[in-house]
């Protein structure tokens, strides 16, 4: 079973963030992977604008998607580039995520 934790996302954030017309959203709620979600308030916190994350769930590397003019910022911070999107969706030429720092605690049935 996937854990996961609802979380508000800033209101400042929610115009670069997500698509506001879409229902799943126009509250400002969204599901984060439980084990990422402090590290996502964190970088938040910090001014970038996260875009979507996955813990991986103990099968894969996970990954934080985040907004072009925050790079430097999570480089800054000392994230490592994510790598291991699939061919058909940018394989090592995608430039949009990072490695999360959180482990992932999350268990998958």
């Known amino acids: 079973m996937r854990e996961s934790e609802t979380v508000y996302i800033p209101k400042n954030f929610l115009i670069k963030n997500v698509i506001v ?21 964190y970088l938040w916190l910090s001014g970038v604008h996260t875009q979507g994350c996955c813990c991986g769930h103990g099968k894969a ?11 430097s ?19 090592k030429t995608r430039y949009d995520a990072f490695i999360p720092k959180s482990k992932c605690t999350c268990n998958e049935e």
């Open 61 to 71: 590397t996970g990954f934080i998607q985040v907004e072009r003019t925050d790079f």
């Open 21 to 41: 017309d879409d229902d799943i959203y126009k509250d400002g709620k969204l599901e984060i992977d439980k084990c990422l979600v402090e590290e996502i308030k």
């Open 73 to 91: 910022k999570m480089l800054e911070l000392g994230y490592e580039w994510y790598r291991g999107y699939p061919e058909e969706f940018g394989g």
